[in-house]
């Protein structure tokens, strides 16, 4: 018989950003999407991902610590008191009509992902966007296969409405929008 254990999901606290370390990103990507020609084209990708990079990880958490300062909106997924999935929201709204949100990060440790713990942390993001007042999320993805095809699958497509700020800073990306 198979144990579960219950999840949690929640606003993360300042002090609790300081569990992200927890979440384990790694992950063995074979294919990426690069953007050619107004569509999305499959090219082949050896990379292996393993723990954070010292330097990363503190950008990342400095970055998070921005957006609690801000009021931005930070959710996480506990098992047990640990961290294992992580989304997190801007609270500026932008575009021509002032309607998008960027969704500023999404992660879920590996030994979790297939769970549904990403789709609950988007349905919790596109919740808090509509009380925010924006109808869509701008999601700039890292072009791997498998978290391009998860936002995909959620709905996503391609942004109509490119943010320059965010291309110019991951202009590898895959952006993205989503109704919510």
Not at 22 to 35: A, F, G, L, P, T
Not at 133 to 160: C, E, H, Q, R
Request: charged residues 30%; hydrophobic residues 35%.
């Amino acid at each position: 018989m198979k144990s579960y254990k219950m999840l949690i999901y929640k606003l993360l606290s300042q002090n609790e950003i300081s569990k992200f370390p927890e979440i384990d990103r790694s992950e063995k990507v074979q294919y990426s999407y690069v953007y050619k020609d107004n569509q999305l084209e499959i090219v082949p990708c050896e990379l292996k991902i393993e723990d954070w990079e010292e330097e990363e990880l503190a950008d990342f958490i400095q970055r998070l610590h921005d957006l609690y300062d801000r009021c931005g909106f930070i959710w996480g997924t506990f098992e047990e008191n640990r961290l294992v999935g992580l989304v997190s929201l801007d609270n500026k709204r932008f575009g021509k009509n002032l309607d998008f949100l960027k969704l500023d990060m999404l992660y879920v440790s590996n030994s979790h992902r297939g769970k549904g713990i990403g789709r609950k942390l988007m349905a919790i993001s596109k919740t808090k966007a509509r009380e925010m007042g924006a109808s869509k999320l701008y999601i700039s993805a890292t072009p791997f296969k498998n978290t391009v095809d998860f936002y995909l699958g959620l709905g996503a497509v391609l942004t109509s409405e490119l943010n320059q700020e965010l291309f110019d800073l991951e202009p590898e990306d895959v952006h993205l929008e989503i109704e919510v």
